[in-house]
């Protein structure tokens, strides 16, 4: 057996209560009782592509891609999990959506993890996820944790990067439109800390602060707030108060800085308002002096909550000395900020400007310590790429690319060259390459991209518009995202994913940074049953708990009893610890769907309304009995 090999052995203490056809039907599966069964570890590094060979868009079966992509679903309000550079979609993980496969928002874990309002329904059932960003160790991602935004509603969700499941959803007081998110790379204040410690939000909206009905027509009661989210508590640390808008969010690889790109610094309300200058700006946040602060208590706080806010406002900031934000001028509604690998620059694109400005984070530093007397002066370089820039990523071989969302191009250029070009040697072609997607495009990332890891191996970007580019499906047309192989210094764009809309940002793991769990821990679910004969109806007036035992190709209870009007909270711990051998359980006319994975318990409650006879399945394919796997629930007349 190889060292990476995972065993897996039928557990020895269930086997009295598995019946002669679970006992076949294992083997059938080619799962007998007692034998080791084995999966090959896939989790070894892969070494890149070399370069002029051709880079594989299509996997041989049974062959594993090198990558992870971790995009975001829009609207849907789900996250899903794609493999690249092949794209096939692996897993659609519900977080701020209810899920009809996993009982996402059905299952009382789930529900207490969304939220729920005092009559058990749940707090939202809508989401819209933007920004998915990974936990950093040195700079580079650790697969702990994934976050993702929800703009609708404000709130942050938390995914285990072991699990690729939601354990965690925050709600962001004070704010609306909550939109760019970045968790830092390293923590600012101790050094020997190089891991993810915060997450940080921004906001887009200008609400009244407090926005409890009050002051609706002050002007300047109206403002956004930055926020600063614990990354492991997922409790909200601080916020700070800016001008304008914010965008996007990107953090400095030395844990210094949190930033934000800028639009509506104009604070209007309607949109011909919002671009009325021709320059807004990219805002620097000092962590650690704004930490500082709140510990010295110089902060206050907005209506109920109790969250310390700082006031970050331009105007509150003027002395580099005590600063606690730093505003670096950015033509025009500026839309994304993003670090180089280096460390050395955020990149921020124009779009209403055909420009990128590329911003010196050691000039940003040296303002903050008064060794630069003008921020202005961290702006390194603002050059010409096209029509509608929107977003960069990086190669790690120092050359960016911008997506151009109104020329529907990408285009490569290259960082050090530009800033020689705008410091005046216009000899300089700064420029390498452009290459046409299809169509308008939005985010992009290249492999690694958004760590100190790039590989410039390939990127993929997110078309908005596909048109022409798939089968027809009637009004709503799915996105576009185009693969495009960057080794070589021309781009050439390899294939088409069409994905369901809206996906917004994304990332692209290298798939020996993500260690996953194959099977779950009873240890970890509190109502697990131990042992099958723990299952039973446990009554207490008329709350009734049915405790539920599964294991292929049965449920033991075989059937129980309620009557109408108990509150029955239904257990169900599934008792295999074989890979990939889930169980689900339904009951018709209760809107009861759920699954339990191997080795888990999940639960749901309800008022049992109506008499009869109902049936719970199973609806996860499980075994050769799997049409067999049932349970019956009578529910009698009070």
Known sequence: MKPKEREMVVDERRRGFLGAAALAGLAGAGLSAGVVVTTTSSREAVAATKEGDELKVHMKPGELDTYYGIWSGGHSGEVRILGLPSGREIKRIPVFNIDCMSGWGITNESKAIIGTKPDGSLLFKTGDTHHVHGSYKDGTYDG???WVNDKTHGRIARIRGDRFEVDKITKIPNIQGFHGIFPDKRDPVDPKINYTTRVFCGCEFHIPQPNDGRDLDDPSKYFALFTCVDAETMEVRWQCKVDGNMDL???????????????????GVR?????????????????????????????????????PVVDGTRAANQDPKTALTAYVPVPKNPHGVNASPDGKYMVCSGKLSPTVTVIEVAKVADWFDG???????????????????????FDGRGN???????????????????????????????????VDVHYQPGHLNASMGETKEADGQFLLTGCKFSKDRFLPVGPLHPENEQLIDIRSEKMKLLADHPTYPEPHDFIIVRRDRIRTQQVGKLDEHPLALKRVEDSGVFREGNKVTVKVA????????????VKVGDEVTIIVTNMDIVEDLTHGFAIPEYDINF????QETRSVTFIADKPGVFWCYCTHFCHALHLEMRSRMIVRPA
């Not at 151009?404 to 300089?428: E, H």
């Open 144 to 146: 702990k944790y994934f």
């Open 550 to 561: 599964a294991y292929a190709p049965q449920y033991q209870l075989r059937e129980f009893e």
């Open 595 to 598: 699954i339990v994975n191997p």
């Open 400 to 434: 960016a690319y911008t997506t151009l969302f109104l020329d529907s191009q990408i285009v490569k250029w290259n960082i050090d060259k530009a800033i020689r070009y705008y410091q005046g040697d216009k000899s300089v072609q700064y420029v390498i390459d452009r």
């Open 271 to 307: 949109y011909e308002e919002m671009m009325a200058r021709e320059v807004d700006a990219c805002v620097f946040f000092d962590i650690a002096r704004i930490e500082k602060a709140i510990k010295e208590g110089k902060y206050f706080t907005i209506g109920n909550s109790k969250v």
């Open 249 to 267: 969010v990107a953090t400095s690889f030395d844990g210094r800085f949190a930033c934000a790109n800028q639009y509506n610094t104009e604070n």
């Open 371 to 393: 060794k630069l007397d003008d921020i202005r002066k961290a702006v390194v370089a603002e050059v010409e790429v096209g029509l509608g820039p929107l977003h960069t990523t």
